[in-house]
């Protein structure tokens, strides 16, 4: 988990606010809550943090930060391209509400609570999204191209895919965030049905595919 260097109280702070903003609200939670949670003073919690908007932003930056972690390295994947089946490879990069930390996952969801609470009154929490949404477009393009280029996938419209694939992504977040959790299994099916879109090339056709 990558927790930005902080450890101790600080750790703590953090992590406690996470529960609590994604259970009762950002503007619903006082600081003294958040340091009676973890059985400090609110002087401690004003000496990491002059004020509680400053812990929201560094859970926003731990959000974007332990996403992406989850994903392998990219060369690492495009290494693979033209060694393995096409799904096999995209198999490889796994959502991070499945992360097989439950710590990590759980930490995870609890900040898009957060995110989908506050979206429509706090423009970083919009712009928290939309970094997602652009990075992970941009991590899964070259996968992509470099199928294509290798000609064992069929040519298709990158971004009306990702598209699709995308939005899949935003509805398995609204099911965490919501009271219907998606199971691994469910959210595996609705995954093979996207990569479906991708066509594969006849092995007896093409010998870069393995």
């Given at each position: 988990?990558?927790?930005?260097?902080?450890?101790?109280?600080?750790?703590?702070?953090?992590?406690?606010?996470?529960?609590?903003?994604?259970?009762?609200?950002?503007d619903n939670v006082s600081i003294k809550q958040v340091a009676a949670k973890i059985g400090v003073s609110a002087a401690a919690i004003y000496y990491f943090f002059p004020n509680k908007d400053d812990i929201l932003v560094l859970i926003y930056k731990l959000y974007i930060e332990n996403y992406f972690a989850l994903f392998p390295k990219l060369e690492d994947i495009l290494e693979l391209v033209g060694k393995m089946h096409p799904y096999e490879i995209l198999r490889k990069i796994k959502f991070h509400l499945f992360s097989d930390n439950k710590e990590e996952s759980e930490m995870l969801v609890q900040i898009l609570q957060i995110l989908m609470k506050e979206k429509d009154h706090d423009s970083r929490a919009n712009d928290v999204i939309v970094s997602l949404y652009n990075g992970v477009s941009e991590y899964y393009e070259?996968?992509?191209?470099?199928?294509?280029?290798?000609?064992?996938?069929?040519?298709?419209?990158?971004?009306?895919?990702y598209s699709v694939f995308a939005h899949y992504y935003?509805?398995?977040?609204?099911?965490?965030?919501?009271?219907?959790?998606?199971t691994y299994g469910q959210w595996s099916e609705g995954q093979e049905l996207i990569y479906s879109l991708i066509h594969v090339k006849?092995?007896?056709?093409?010998?870069n595919i393995a």
């Open positions: 988990m990558v927790t930005l260097g902080m450890t101790g109280t600080k750790w703590e702070i953090v992590r406690s606010s996470i529960e609590l903003f994604a259970k009762d609200g950002y070259p996968i992509i191209r470099k199928m294509i280029e290798m000609n064992v996938i069929e040519p298709l419209n990158i971004e009306a895919w935003l509805i398995s977040d609204i099911r965490s965030y919501g009271k219907i959790p998606m006849n092995k007896n056709e093409n010998s």
